[in-house]
C-alpha cells in the first residue's frame, strides 16, 4: 500500500526539522570545553526536565489526565534510554575512543532503525532496504575514515573497551527508543506531541535529579560544583549553552520527531536520520569555516543517495514472501 504523497512529505518535514535542531549537538559543546561532558549533560537535562515541568504544571489537570499510567512508565523508560543513556554512552566514546569513530558506529542508527523496526513491525520487504543502507554505510565511511586514530594509541585498551562499549550501547539505546516511541505514538493518539515531549522531558528531570544526587554523594572528577558557586562569563555562556540544547535540541526536537514517527512508517524514518550526521557536518564545516573536502563531499553525496533511494524503494515497496 502507497503512502499518501502529502503525509509523507509532511512527516518528512518534520523529520528534517528534528535532524536539523539535533545536528547543533555536535557543535554546541565545542563552544563550552571549559566544562565537561557529564557537567553540559546533566545541565541540559536539568534544565530541559525543569522547563517540561513548568509547562507539565501550567497545563494543570489537563495533561495529568490524558497520560495513562502506561504512558508514564514508557516515559521513564525512553527518557531513560534515548536520552540519559544515550548521551552518557555518546561522551564514553568520543572520550575514550575518538569523536570521528563515534560518529561513525551512531551514524548506523538509520540502517539498524529500519531494520529493526521492519522487524518488529514488516511494512516492506527487507531486501528494498539493503542497498540504501549500502550507501548510507559507504557515505558514513568516507565521511569519518580520514579522521579517525587508527593507531588507538591515545588512550590504554580498557579505556578504549569502554569507549567502545559506550557508543555501542547508544546505538542499541536509540534505535529501541525511535522504535519504541514511534510505535507507542501511532497507538496512543490522544496524546499530542506537545504533550508527549512534555512528558519526556518531566521523566528526564527524574532520571537527571536522581543521577545527580548519586555524583554528589560522593567525589567526581567530572562533575565541579565549586566552579558554579561563582558567577563568571563562562557561566553565562554555560547557561546559555545548555538552555539550546534543553529548549531546542530536547524538547523542540521530540515534538519535531514525534510529528514525523506518527506520520512515517520506521522503515523510512530511520534512513532520515542521516540528516542528523549530515546538518551536524554542515554545521562543523560552519564552525570551523571551511568546505569539505572530496571525501567528505562524496561521502554526504552517498548518504543523500541512500536516503533518496529509501524513499523511492519504501514508497513503492509492497510485502513480498522472502
Excluded at 38 to 45: D, K, S, V
Excluded at 60 to 69: A, D
Excluded at 75 to 96: D, E, M, P, W
Aim: aromatic residues 16%.
Amino acid at each position: 500500500m502507497m503512502l499518501p504523497l502529502s503525509i509523507m512529505l509532511l512527516g518528512a518535514f518534520f523529520a528534517l526539522a528534528a535532524c536539523f535542531v539535533w545536528g547543533a549537538i555536535f557543535v554546541v559543546p565545542e563552544y563550552l570545553s571549559d566544562f565537561t561532558g557529564l557537567e553540559i549533560a546533566l545541565g541540559r537535562y536539568l534544565v530541559y526536565g525543569t522547563l517540561s515541568l513548568l509547562i507539565f504544571f501550567l497545563r494543570g489537570k489537563t495533561l495529568w489526565q490524558k497520560i495513562p499510567l502506561t504512558g508514564w512508565a514508557m516515559a521513564l523508560v525512553f527518557s531513560l534510554l534515548g536520552n540519559v543513556l544515550y548521551y552518557l554512552g555518546i561522551i564514553a566514546g568520543v572520550r575514550y575512543t575518538s569523536a570521528s569513530l563515534s560518529v561513525l558506529i551512531v551514524g548506523l542508527s538509520p540502517i539498524t532503525i529500519a531494520l529493526y523496526g521492519n522487524f518488529h513491525s514488516r511494512e516492506v520487504s527487507f531486501k528494498s532496504l539493503i542497498l540504501p543502507s549500502l550507501w548510507i554505510v559507504t557515505g558514513l565511511i568516507l565521511v569519518n575514515v580520514a579522521e579517525i586514530d587508527w593507531t588507538f594509541s591515545t588512550y590504554s585498551m580498557q579505556q578504549y573497551l569502554m569507549g567502545i562499549l559506550g557508543i555501542f550501547g547508544s546505538l542499541i539505546f536509540w534505535s529501541w527508543f525511535v522504535v519504541h516511541n514511534a510505535h507507542f505514538l501511532k497507538k496512543y493518539t490522544s496524546i499530542s506531541t506537545t504533550d508527549w515531549a512534555t512528558v519526556i522531558g518531566v521523566a528526564t528531570l527524574f532520571w537527571a535529579l536522581l543521577f545527580s544526587s548519586v555524583l554528589g554523594l560522593g567525589p567526581s572528577t567530572q562533575v565541579n560544583l565549586d566552579r558554579f558557586a561563582k558567577w563568571s562569563e563562562q557561566i553565562f555562556y554555560f547557561l546559555l549553552g545548555i538552555t539550546f540544547l534543553a529548549t531546542i535540541c530536547s524538547w523542540l526536537g521530540c515534538y519535531f520527531w514525534g510529528q514525523a514517527s506518527r506520520r512515517l512508517p520506521i522503515s523510512l524514518v530511520g534512513p532520515l536520520l542521516i540528516f542528523e550526521s549530515i546538518f551536524g557536518l554542515l554545521f562543523v564545516f560552519l564552525s570551523e569555516s571551511r568546505l569539505p573536502s572530496l571525501t567528505e563531499m562524496l561521502g554526504v553525496i552517498s548518504m543523500l543517495g541512500g536516503v533518496t533511494m529509501s524513499i523511492y524503494l519504501v514508497r513503492k515497496s509492497k510485502l513480498e514472501p522472502e
